[in-house]
């Protein structure tokens, strides 16, 4: 069997400002690492023989990591539209809000909807291509909303909505 995967649906291009400045950072960082792995490659190439040299082999294989990153961050980051201002209508839900959210059982969850370059789960920080996010799109605070999921609909009402500064 092939490695063959279907194409993915683009994901949008918005990102908060400080996802981008995050960004950023990342690029800077991963230069300074790809230059150190370059010494610590060329060190254990000059070792001999190649083939039995595990230093080298992994070597090789952090190196093309840190250069598919770096591909993809030159491709990436001048498409992204940096969201550095609030909606309009601050009591709706849009990209960069802050949503509690009441379950069914009372239970409270909090999201906060941002760029698929920058969700983290710890965080609760969530796509805005995610069906959570698309589902509380254009809502407001008391507005019950339903998401589709595979396990089935699960109900939710707005408790807050914020919008931070970047």
Known sequence: MGRWRAAQKPSSPYVTASGYRALEEETVSIWK??????????????????????????????????????????????????????????????????????NETGEIATYRIVGSDEIDGARGWISIDSPMARALMKHGVDDEVVVRIASGDQHYVVVSVVYADS
Do not use: C, W
Not at 86 to 94: A, L, T, V
């Open 33 to 102: 690492r790809r230059r150190e792995v370059v010494k610590h490659l060329a060190a254990a190439a000059a070792e001999g023989d190649r083939s039995e040299n595990a230093e080298y082999i992994y070597r090789k294989k952090e190196l093309a990591e840190i250069d598919r990153r770096i591909r993809y961050l030159q491709r990436r980051m001048p498409e992204l539209n940096v969201v550095t201002s609030g909606p309009s209508d601050p009591e709706r839900i849009f990209f960069g809000a802050t949503v509690e959210l009441e």
